[in-house]
């Protein structure tokens, strides 16, 4: 039975119960609002649950964006044991195997952004890891800053303990179809709440469609795996040679140029399908394998083989490990944009539009909450 929208009054309703929009909803009961959070889902399935679970921090792009995910990293680890989250993992190791990508973690340790991060030569590396057998490691940068979750248990934890410990209200399985507040109309009936943040990751196409067509969103599609346990334990999450050339926080910075030019010329293949390497492990040693990226309105649904066997080729070139067998293989998809990592718009006084275009809402979702949740509050003012 279709169980009608509560008819209690609300400071914020939340539309989308990903991880953006728990973020905005715990922001908000931190600051002792009522909130009620709208999903069209009986549960989580968007990309907040697709996801590595990875809260890259090192890598990401310079100044505003790694602020974020310094935040939210730091509420990751406040909220962990109180929500039930198992923190899986943390740190990062990042494998260089050519100069060029030497030379680029070298001029990342240059910078702020090297906070909790330093070079190990192979031979220290190897020492940490003896099942490490890449025979061109050239250098490890290992990072202290990074966390992982099991993001499939740790968001509906999430949802729980918000609804827990802070009285947060979940209306599921009711789609939002129009916002004209104080009211948020449902497939449920309505919900009246003074303000309104709309978190509905990458559907573009339903609420307020004609202001945001003109940011120019489009869709990525990446392909997940999961392998069976190595029977190995990493030392964090691992990433190689392609990571330097597509995380902004690396490939912004001038020595990224000679690493790309190489790496276009011996593997365009990876390229052409956007394919890098993180692999993270989980709890019952099994390890979550991508990726890839492909752009579109309506990116098809299949996983190919062709591109799990260039993630694979990369596993093995970086680790020097034959890849285990694959358990599961799934796809995701997450809202893009060219020329923003974050879409905060207020389309009106009362509402606010939360968008991650850039594929990174595990990691700044905490911190887009707080900055959403605020500008309701403090200031009026929307950040960029
Ligand atoms: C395969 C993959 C790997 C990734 N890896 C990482 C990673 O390791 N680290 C990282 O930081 N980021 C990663 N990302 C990106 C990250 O997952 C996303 O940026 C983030 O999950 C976006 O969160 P969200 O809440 O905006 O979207 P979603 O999780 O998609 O949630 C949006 C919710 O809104 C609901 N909704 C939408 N419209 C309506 C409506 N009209 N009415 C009711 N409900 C509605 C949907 O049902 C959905 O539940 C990855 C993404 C993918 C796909």
Redesign the pocket.
């Known amino acids: 039975m279709v169980r009608a929208a509560p008819a209690q009054r609300f400071d914020l309703a939340v539309?989308?119960?990903?991880?953006?929009?728990?973020?905005a909803a715990l922001a908000a009961a931190r600051r002792g609002l009522r909130v009620i959070v709208?999903?069209?889902?009986a549960r989580?399935?968007?990309?907040?649950?697709?996801?590595?679970?990875?809260?890259?921090v090192s890598g990401q792009a310079r100044d505003v964006m790694w602020r974020r995910?310094r935040r939210s990293r730091e509420v990751w680890r406040e909220i962990a044991t109180a929500a039930g989250i198992p923190i899986l993992q943390s740190g990062q190791w990042m494998l260089a195997r050519r100069p060029e990508a030497v030379g680029v973690l070298e001029a990342f340790m240059a910078t702020e952004m090297a906070e909790g991060c330093r070079l190990l030569s192979p031979g220290e590396a190897r020492r940490r890891c003896p099942w490490l057998a890449s025979p061109s490691l050239l250098a490890v940068m290992e990072s202290s800053v990074e966390l992982?979750v099991e993001?499939r248990e740790a968001?509906p934890l999430l949802a729980a303990w918000l609804e827990r410990a802070h009285g947060v209200e979940f209306l599921r399985n009711?789609?939002?179809?129009a916002v004209e507040p104080p009211l948020v109309r449902?497939s449920r009936g309505a919900v009246h709440a003074e303000r309104i943040a709309?978190?509905?990751?990458?559907?573009f196409s339903?609420?307020y469609a004609e202001r945001l067509a003109i940011f120019g969103l489009t869709r990525?599609?990446?392909?997940?795996l999961r392998l069976a346990d190595p029977g190995f334990r990493l030392p964090g999450a691992m990433m190689s040679d392609l990571s330097l050339a597509r995380y902004h926080g690396y490939a912004d910075l001038e020595a990224a140029a000679a690493l790309k030019a190489r790496l276009a010329h011996e593997q365009p293949r990876q390229l052409e399908q956007g394919v890098h390497l993180?692999v993270?492990q989980s709890a019952d040693g099994s390890l979550v394998v991508?990726?890839s990226h492909a752009y579109g309105a309506t990116p098809d649904p299949f996983s190919l083989q062709a591109i799990d066997a260039l993630i694979l080729e990369e596993f093995r070139a970086a680790l020097g490990v034959e890849p285990p067998a694959v358990l599961e293989r799934?796809?995701?998809?997450?809202?893009s944009a060219s020329d923003r990592p974050v879409l905060i718009d207020a389309p009106e006084p009362a509402v606010r539009i939360?968008?991650?275009t850039?594929?990174?809402?595990?990691?700044?979702?905490f911190a887009i909450g707080e900055e959403l949740i605020a500008s309701f509050i403090d200031t009026g003012a929307v950040a960029a």
Do not use: E, H
């Open positions: 539309i989308g119960a990903g991880i953006v929009g728990l973020a709208i999903d069209r889902d989580a399935n968007g990309a907040s649950v697709r996801n590595f679970g990875f809260v890259t995910a992982r993001s968001i009711a789609t939002a179809t449902t709309v978190c509905p990751g990458d559907d339903a609420l990525c599609k990446l392909q997940m993180i993270v991508g990726d799934w796809v995701g998809t997450y809202a939360a968008i991650v850039s594929g990174s809402g595990a990691s700044t979702g």
